[in-house]
């Protein structure tokens, strides 16, 4: 159920981002919403206290991490407190009376023009043109409209612009999913969901010989499950890496807890980055 105080929210990108469906599939159809340029705005709104919550993507399944947003929620700690998957699905969307044969150029986000390469491979006439944002692609169209070119987004962006699909479904892999993650401020418990918990954390260990399979080993003596484990390179520290977990439980479990206090036991540093409950 979504959350039902004040829900301002920030995200990378324009209405009818992916981020935002994500947004409303967290919080509801009826939040406050705040776009952003780049993914530092958004934590920066809400460390400012312009939004309640923000929402991030955190992993897709063909691109696999974002990691600049790893590194952002240890530099700003605040805490996850729900999840989501979006179905990336892209299509070709122009302003109304341009036609398919016309169309020389095709904007968007990176990620989403290499998600379409068998599509640009087909048609070669249609060069894909870098643009800071999908949905933000389609807003460019409505407010200067280009005969020859078009974009490629989300569903939604296409109906809040105006716009209208000519292909649907363009990306190569169907399968194609990111995941995201709620952030917020608020002490007071903001749950959202009705999966299992799931906790998230980092840590390092010493760069030495076993040094990891001793940290595993906390999770594993407890018969707890991780979903997944991560390393990212460590700053100022060539060669040593901080390694990111998600596992089924809540930080206040029993398991959960000794796991946590043995793992601080051998590691130099541990945070919690949150326990929720993802919303399918």
């Keep these: 159920m979504a959350y039902r105080l004040a829900r301002t929210v920030a995200f990378q990108g324009e209405r009818g981002a992916f981020s935002y469906a994500a947004a409303i599939k ?19 709104s809400l460390k400012s206290g312009k ?27 605040f805490p996850i407190c729900g999840e989501t998957n979006v179905r990336i699905a892209h299509n070709l969307i122009v302003m109304p009376g341009v036609r398919f044969r016309d169309i020389r150029k095709a904007l968007s986000h990176p990620v989403a023009l290499n998600q379409c390469r068998e599509f640009f491979k087909k048609n070669k006439r249609i060069e894909p043109v ?4 999908t949905a933000g692609s389609v807003k460019m169209l409505s407010e200067r409209s280009e005969p020859d070119t078009a974009a490629i987004a989300s569903e939604t962006a296409a109906k809040i612009y105006q716009g209208e699909i000519l292909r649907r479904n363009i990306e190569d892999d169907r399968q194609n999913f990111t995941r ?7 002490t ?12 998230s954390l980092a840590f390092s260990t010493e760069n030495a010989a076993g040094a990891l399979f001793r940290a595993m080993a906390c999770f594993a003596l407890r018969d707890l499950n991780l979903t997944k484990i991560e390393s990212r ?5 060539p060669w040593e890496y901080l390694f990111y977990v998600d596992l089924i439980g809540r930080a206040d479990d029993s398991p ?19 326990s929720y409950r993802p919303t399918s």
């Design 51 to 77: 939004v309640n919550f923000a929402v991030l993507p955190i992993e897709n399944t063909l691109h696999g991490s974002v990691h600049e947003n790893y590194d952002h929620l240890l530099e700003y700690a």
């Design 188 to 199: 007071r418990s903001t749950h959202v969901g009705s999966g299992n918990w799931k906790t």
């Design 130 to 133: 870098s643009f800071y944002d």
């Design 256 to 274: 959960v807890q000794n796991a946590l206090n043995n793992l601080r036991e051998m590691t130099r540093f541990v945070r919690v980055l949150g």
């Design 233 to 237: 390179p460590l700053r100022g520290k």
């Design 26 to 44: 967290l919080l509801g159809a009826d939040i406050r919403d705040l776009p952003c340029p780049t993914f530092r705005d958004v934590f920066e």
């Design 180 to 186: 995201f993650f709620l952030l917020t401020k608020q």
